[in-house]
């Protein structure tokens, strides 16, 4: 199957899985674009906001089926049939990629054990927007999806990741977020934390302190959040420091700058060779704010 697909043709059959904008609607690809405007059915979240994102972007609205966490499980048979029968299925979540703390796991693994095709169209997605631009070590990166509501659940929660040594992402609601924080610096300590809000939109903002100072986070409690826990600092320190070792045995064995980067980045896990070379020459954010960076 191509990446090629043209206006108003119909598409295989197949379930496309397809990323939505976070807030700013110019996000849309044109593939997913192409798609959800030919798809027989478009599964939504919710149908209404679907709906109103479809008629910002001039795409014509139609075979819209609600498709949420309460009706997921009922709905999967249907879909599956409607599959099977030779229609093309698109699904949205309200927004960002589907399935990432959205409903759409079950009716996917369905699809894979039975043989349809599932094509991913890939775009925005909230933890990796807030995570290119917070400033915290981008790898390595666990994503945690929303922590439990039970205060004693929190703190199992986050420490069950506290000798990781990854950076944690989560999304959290307003009216819970204080508490969760706390809970993580119960678990976790002293660690970096950013807090991202309405991101892309209008007041895209990026809040960033230490979860031992939480009274110091002005967090206005609007909004959506994706928050962005750091490693512990020795562990970040500890990572570049293991990187710019295996530069000097690499440099040893000879080779020109980028083979001794792409060898470097062979073999340690989370670097690419780009950012081997950056840390190697000197250029770019590596370089300056001393982490590598994605």
Same mark, same amino acid.
């Given at each position: 199957?191509? #990446?090629?697909?043209?206006?108003?043709? +119909?598409?295989?059959?197949?379930?496309?899985?397809?990323?939505?904008?976070?807030?700013?609607?110019?996000?849309?690809?044109?593939?997913?674009?192409?798609?959800?405007?030919?798809?027989?059915?478009?599964?939504?979240?919710?149908?209404?906001?679907?709906?109103?994102?479809?008629?910002?972007?001039?795409?014509?609205?139609?075979?819209?089926?609600?498709?949420?966490?309460?009706?997921?499980?009922?709905?999967?048979?249907?879909?599956?049939?409607?599959?099977?029968?030779?229609?093309?299925?698109?699904?949205?979540?309200?927004?960002?990629?589907?399935?990432?703390?959205?409903?759409?796991?079950?009716?996917?693994?369905?699809?894979?054990?039975?043989?349809?095709?599932?094509?991913?169209?890939?775009?925005?997605?909230?933890?990796?927007?807030?995570?290119?631009?917070?400033?915290?070590?981008?790898?390595?990166?666990?994503?945690?999806?929303?922590?439990?509501?039970?205060?004693?659940?929190?703190?199992?929660?986050?420490?069950?990741?506290?000798?990781?040594?990854?950076?944690?992402?989560?999304?959290?609601?307003?009216?819970?977020?204080?508490?969760?924080?706390?809970?993580?610096?119960?678990?976790?300590?002293?660690?970096?934390?950013?807090?991202?809000?309405?991101?892309?939109?209008?007041?895209?903002?990026?809040?960033?302190?230490?979860?031992?100072?939480?009274?110091?986070?002005?967090?206005?409690?609007?909004?959506?959040?994706?928050?962005?826990?750091?490693?512990?600092?020795?562990?970040?320190?500890?990572?570049?420091?293991?990187?710019?070792?295996?530069?000097? +045995?690499?440099?040893?064995?000879?080779?020109?700058?980028?083979?001794?980067?792409?060898?470097?980045?062979?073999?340690?896990?989370?670097?690419?060779?780009? #950012?081997?070379?950056?840390?190697?020459?000197?250029?770019?954010?590596?370089?300056?704010?001393?982490?590598?960076?994605?």
């Amino acid at each position: 199957m191509t #990446d090629e697909i043209a206006q108003n043709t +119909e598409l295989d059959a197949a379930l496309y899985v397809v990323a939505t904008p976070l807030g700013n609607a110019d996000d849309l690809s044109p593939r997913a674009r192409r798609i959800l405007a030919a798809a027989d059915m478009v599964l939504a979240e919710d149908t209404r906001r679907t709906g109103q994102l479809f008629q910002r972007l001039g795409i014509p609205s139609h075979g819209f089926v609600s498709f949420h966490e309460h009706n997921e499980e009922k709905r999967t048979a249907r879909v599956v049939e409607a599959l099977e029968a030779g229609q093309s299925v698109a699904m949205v979540s309200d927004a960002g990629t589907p399935l990432l703390s959205d409903p759409g796991f079950t009716l996917v693994r369905a699809c894979r054990e039975r043989g349809i095709t599932v094509v991913p169209v890939p775009g925005p997605s909230a933890p990796l927007t807030a995570l290119s631009a917070c400033g915290l070590p981008p790898l390595p990166f666990t994503f945690l999806g929303f922590p439990p509501r039970k205060a004693g659940d929190r703190h199992k929660f986050f420490a069950a990741h506290a000798q990781t040594g990854a950076t944690l992402i989560f999304f959290e609601r307003k009216n819970r977020l204080m508490e969760t924080l706390q809970a993580a610096h119960d678990a976790l300590g002293p660690r970096e934390v950013c807090v991202a809000r309405e991101l892309t939109k209008t007041h895209e903002e990026f809040i960033h302190g230490r979860l031992d100072a939480l009274t110091a986070l002005d967090v206005p409690l609007l909004g959506e959040f994706t928050v962005v826990i750091g490693p512990p600092a020795e562990e970040a320190e500890a990572g570049r420091e293991a990187v710019l070792a295996a530069i000097e +045995e690499e440099r040893r064995a000879g080779g020109k700058p980028r083979q001794v980067a792409r060898r470097v980045a062979e073999r340690m896990a989370g670097w690419s060779t780009k #950012d081997v070379y950056a840390l190697m020459t000197g250029e770019g954010p590596a370089a300056q704010d001393d982490e590598p960076t994605a």
